[in-house]
């Protein structure tokens, strides 16, 4: 799809439906990001969904994919992997072989028939697998058929991976790269990136967080190497950079992005100094030019989410107050996105308060196909079944959460005071309308 170069413009129809009637301070208002024209700033986050079997994905990845695309929107595929040996999850996707470029280029095309921007999320797990997912090549090598990382810690024994048919067990022992190694891993995020864009992707997002392999260098309590890649925060965030570098120089920087998360400690990745950490990083990243940034709400602990505080004033102190979002929004030159936890209520107050440009949603998201159109109405939302969140299922929990009804829609409208503009998030014409509305009474797509 070609996406025009005239400014993202506003509507009627957000204007009178922001809280302070002020569109340029609502989840709902247009942004330029790099080359896209947003229409709003509600973001579909990277969720993990386990239906790629084989590591391909499959025709239900382009329904779910577009049942939640809309005009101007912006979607984040699930994680793909880099290799095989990036592989942490049963049947999570990848793009190292032609045939998964292919599946993926189905997906792309769907998202953009809707009107929508779609990029891919590329990872490599690191030490957070187990030797069920690394290839068997591996082991004629002289080397562990475990996995890689900066390390050779284990994982702590409080968290467990996720294996087929829903069995939990704990990390494999994993093995330190030779520093040697590092460049062919630098490679194939190079390669990987270069394989989206040629799916059709409208960019790349480079996981660097939630203690997955980059995330495995940065940290200073995963990081025990004693060669340049380990010990000082500069050497820390080399092989980051050398990644970010890579990508930047295969697509430009324009169709690049990457996921940060200095503060949070999921699966055991920590680091004594995270701020300083995360400056270091950023203070680079800003010489590439991204099209954004996307930062992980220091509120995610290995324990959940800390809870939210609403002061008097309305304003939410766990997100638009923390020291660290500020100090990191501030440092980065360009669109800054955040997730983790948000409510329409709170991605509102962390678009006011400039806290955010966008805000990324996970959970909220995949349990409502239509998220934009029913913060835009103020609708009630889909519970999330838990239950189906990694099945395998290619309809149950994955195709069949349901839309609003055009009736739902029209009562919506009513309740807000105006029924202008529907198309501005619901559709782009009658049939697309049609189209939504049978898929929210199929349950088997």
């Known amino acids: 799809m070609q996406h025009d170069a005239t400014p993202a413009t506003s509507s009627p129809l957000l204007h009178q439906l922001d809280v302070d009637n002020n569109i340029f301070n609502s989840l709902l208002a247009p942004v330029d990001v790099a080359e896209m024209n947003l229409s709003h700033r509600v973001v579909f986050a990277p969720v993990t969904r386990c239906r790629a079997l084989n590591y391909c994905p499959q025709e239900g990845h382009a329904i779910y994919y577009s049942q939640r695309a809309t005009e101007g929107g912006l979607l984040i595929t699930e994680a793909v992997a880099i290799s095989q040996e990036g592989i942490g999850f049963p049947h999570s996707p990848g793009i190292w072989t032609q045939e998964q470029v292919e599946q993926w280029r189905n997906v792309v095309r769907a998202v953009h028939d809707e009107g929508g921007y779609i990029f891919c999320q590329i990872w490599h797990v690191g030490r957070a697998s187990h030797t069920h997912y690394q290839p068997e090549s591996e082991c004629g090598k002289g080397l562990s058929c475990g996995p890689v990382s900066s390390t050779a810690q284990r994982i702590p024994k409080q968290w467990l991976i996720r294996l087929p048919e829903g069995v939990r067990a704990e990390y494999s022992q994993p093995r330190a790269l030779r520093t040697h190694e590092i460049p062919f891993v630098v490679d194939q995020f190079r390669h990987a990136a270069r394989n989206a864009i040629q799916a059709g992707f409208d960019g790349v997002e480079i996981h660097g967080a939630h203690g997955y392999l980059i995330d495995q260098f940065l940290k200073d309590t995963i990081n025990d190497r004693e060669d340049e890649y380990g010990g000082s925060i500069e050497n820390r965030c080399r092989f980051a950079l050398e990644v970010m570098s890579a990508v930047v120089s295969e697509i430009g920087g324009q169709k690049t992005a990457m996921r940060i998360s200095p503060v949070i400690d999921h699966l055991g990745a920590y680091d ?164 939504l509305h049978d898929l929210s009474r199929c349950t088997c797509v």
Do not use: W
């Not at 400039?354 to 029913?374: C, V």
């Open 272 to 435: 004594s100094d995270p701020i300083q950490l995360g400056l270091h990083l950023i203070s680079h990243l800003n010489d590439m030019k991204l099209a954004y940034l996307h930062i992980t709400e220091p509120r995610m602990t290995n324990k959940g989410l800390k809870s939210l505080t609403i002061t008097n004033g309305g304003r939410c102190k766990s997100h638009v107050e923390d020291e660290s979002l500020q100090l990191f929004k501030k440092a980065f030159k360009g669109r800054v996105m955040l997730s983790g936890g948000y409510t329409r209520e709170t991605g509102m107050h962390a678009i006011k308060s400039g806290a955010a440009d966008m805000i990324s949603f996970g959970r909220l998201f995949l349990a409502n196909p239509d998220l934009p159109l029913r913060f835009a109405i103020r609708a009630d939302l889909n519970e999330g079944d838990e239950s189906t969140y990694y099945t395998h299922d290619q309809v149950k929990g994955y195709l069949d959460y349901p839309l609003l009804t055009p009736l739902q829609v029209e009562q919506g409208y009513n309740r807000a005071g105006t029924i202008n503009n529907l198309d501005h998030i619901f559709a782009a014409d009658q049939e697309k309308k049609k189209k």
